[in-house]
């Protein structure tokens, strides 16, 4: 699992990149959304960024599975194009790195 944080406009945003199983059961999951800060446990932990609602999920699998990537929409949040764009270029990063 990885999280990556990004300013854009005054506000932040996170990709989480989530993969299970392995060889032809696996499956990788890219979720964008705004990132909520969250307050650290002790006065010593500073807040931190965590994943809010998915506004984007991505759905890669296998490439053994023949299925083709599948994109979800959540029809209740908007985002600016170009925080769309660097999600994109994330998950394509991602995918070139594992051959997928």
Do not use: N
């Not at 931190?48 to 209740?76: I, L, M, Q, R």
């Not at 600016?80 to 790195?97: D, G």
């Amino acid at each position: 699992m990885s999280l990556l944080t990004w300013d854009y406009d005054g506000d932040l945003y996170c990709a989480l990149t989530t993969e299970t199983g392995a060889g032809e059961g696996r499956t990788i999951h890219f979720e964008l959304s705004e990132a909520r800060m969250v307050p650290g446990g002790a006065p010593s932990m500073p807040a931190s960024p965590a994943p809010g609602p998915a506004a984007v999920t991505v759905v890669v699998y296998a490439p053994e599975e023949e299925k083709p990537a599948e994109v979800f929409f959540d029809e209740t949040q908007t985002l600016p194009f170009a925080v769309l764009r660097h999600f994109m270029a994330t998950v394509t990063s991602r995918l070139a790195s594992t051959g997928s």
